[in-house]
């Protein structure tokens, strides 16, 4: 059995509809070769199977990108409890003091054994820098900035914490 390429010309003009031609004929049509040498295409199976091959990728993605969205806050949350709680729990203070904004901040929150974060906004900041308003219970309310590279936060770092206060 030989493998026959299918010949397609190329017109520059009509770009798209050759590489559309090249991508159905040589990747999702198979070629039945006859007795008397006359390829055949089963198309029509192929198309079906391509479309349904397809159809399955976009819900793939489509699915693990609405969970990601989904639980990005929650991620966020997560480490900006734990980090504030490494911090704390640190047996120098210099963590904490890196993270503080101020000597405000930094004196409510050293005095406390344990931090238990309740984010009460979502997402305040833009690109790559996040912003979050949360209640610390023993201490009040706080801002935390994070630093991420990607657009859901799920590689953030906490950079800064400082007390939030309302305008008036």
């Known amino acids: 059995m030989k493998f026959v390429w299918p010949h397609i010309e190329v017109n520059h003009q009509k770009t798209t509809e050759n590489i ?4 159905f004929n040589c990747c999702l049509s198979e070629m039945i070769h006859t007795k008397n040498g006359k ?5 029509v199976m192929a198309l079906k199977r391509g479309l349904k091959i397809l159809g399955v990728m976009v819900a793939v993605m ?4 609405a969970v990601t969205f989904y639980l990005s806050d929650y991620w966020i949350e997560w480490v900006g409890q734990s980090e504030v709680n490494a911090a704390i729990h640190s047996k120098n203070q210099a963590k904490l003091k890196k993270l503080c904004a101020d000597k405000r901040t930094f004196s409510k929150l050293k005095s406390l054994k344990h931090a238990d974060v309740r984010f009460e906004s979502d997402n305040q900041g833009s690109g790559k820098v996040l912003y979050y308003v949360v209640t610390i219970k023993q201490a009040g309310d706080f801002g935390l900035f994070f630093k991420t590279n990607m657009v859901l936060g799920l590689d953030s770092k906490l950079v800064k914490i400082n007390t939030y206060q309302e305008e008036k």
């Not at 390829?39 to 198309?43: L, M, N, R």
Request: glycine share 8%.
């Open 62 to 65: 489509f699915s693990v990108g």
């Open 39 to 43: 390829v055949i295409y089963k198309d």
């Open 20 to 23: 559309l031609k090249i991508i």
